[in-house]
């Protein structure tokens, strides 16, 4: 029986997308991912202002990444 969740390439990965953060109040950051806004959850990282890039996955802001980062990650995206 083969294992869903596995470190080689050939298998099941998730994927994060990145997002803008439009604001921050009690937990929740509102973002833009390519004009598309919703709220997710920002409990796992600290200090989140408007303007920052950030990665989301599964409805979670769970890591801060640079403007590069998110020029990077769009386009790797629209590749596939």
Do not use: F, N
Request: charged share 35%; glycine share 6%; proline share 1%.
């Amino acid at each position: 029986m083969q294992e869903k969740y596995s470190m080689r390439k050939d298998k099941e990965m998730c994927v994060g997308l990145s997002a803008k953060v439009i604001s921050v109040q009690d937990g929740v950051a509102l973002v833009d991912a390519e004009g598309a806004r919703r709220e997710v959850s920002a409990e796992l990282l600290q200090d989140l202002d408007p303007g920052d890039y950030v990665m989301v996955h599964a409805g979670a802001a769970i890591a801060k990444i640079t403007d590069d980062d998110e020029d990077e990650t769009d386009s790797l995206l629209e590749d596939l």
